[in-house]
């Protein structure tokens, strides 16, 4: 099993954060994400809404926070200016 590394920055807007955790298999944006609460080693869980693929994402600190404010709002395709967050 191969390890998979987030590839989005800090401060990207929530469309380049989804295509990062987008699903590698059929490439459906699609995804249901969680943070695992694992302070030491931070990841998401990723699913799959079309083909069920499952897999572990790795995160920075910082993605990780970004992630956890993200979370009230769903994560979208359109771009979106950050002052509008
Ligand atoms: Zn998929």
Partial sequence: MSVEIASFR????????????????CLSSDVDWRLLDTADDPSVRCE?????????????????LRLALQAPWPLDL???APALL
């Fill in 10 to 25: 800090d401060e990207d807007e929530p469309c380049l954060v989804l295509v990062s955790l987008a699903c590698p298999a």
């Fill in 48 to 64: 799959c809404r079309w083909c069920g693929n499952t897999r572990i994402v790795y995160l920075t600190h910082g993605q990780a």
């Fill in 78 to 80: 359109t771009p979106r």
